[in-house]
């Protein structure tokens, strides 16, 4: 604080130097406050920021996750192909007398063939062949004709003679090699 005096008719300005020093705190603390506040409000504005930032990040992923389980669901209707079907023909036809009495029909004619979607399962049907061919010979003959008359019978037998496929591939090879068998011709006399 300045004060006037006046000695011998002339003003005298004298400072107290604790007044003085009260006054500079007075001005830094002004002046820091001054500067604190941009800091405080940039502060701000960058925690506002990123929580805004981060409440964006867990919206979208949550709907994110949400369109990939929808994906998912639809996923089944289009599931991938199969590898190609590989068939082996089991040549000649299966021709075999039938078990019963001599008015019906005595004989079938079958043409068998062997689906698998494995090359190594479709050589391996074709080197155990011969096994294949004796066990389903032995099968065909002990049918009645009975049995074979409709539509129905037919497709017991069918599936009757792949798990007998089935059966044999897996004590010679370890695996059934053998998906399907298919009868591509049928008849009974």
Request: no cysteine.
């Amino acid at each position: 604080m300045a004060r006037a005096l006046h000695l011998h008719g002339q003003p005298v300005s004298l400072e107290f130097p604790v007044a003085a020093a009260a006054d500079k705190n007075k001005k830094a603390e002004a002046k820091e406050k001054k500067a604190g506040k941009p800091i405080v409000l940039i502060a701000g504005v960058a925690v506002v920021a990123a929580a805004a930032a981060g409440g964006g990040a867990w919206y979208f992923a949550g709907h994110d996750k949400a369109g990939k389980a929808e994906a998912a669901k639809a996923a089944p209707a289009t599931k991938a192909l199969p590898a190609p079907a590989q068939y082996f023909a089991m040549e000649p036809p299966f021709v075999v007398n039938l078990n019963g009495p001599v008015d019906g029909p005595r004989y079938l004619q079958v043409e068998v063939q062997l689906m698998t979607r494995d090359p190594i399962a479709l050589k391996n049907l074709e080197a155990n062949a011969p096994a294949i061919r004796a066990r389903l010979l032995m099968l065909f003959s002990q049918v009645l004709p009975a049995e074979i008359a409709d539509r129905a019978g037919k497709e017991k037998l069918q599936a009757t003679s792949l798990a007998e496929v089935q059966k044999l591939m897996q004590a010679e090879t370890g695996s059934k090699s053998a998906d399907e068998l298919l009868f591509t011709s049928f008849v009974t006399q």
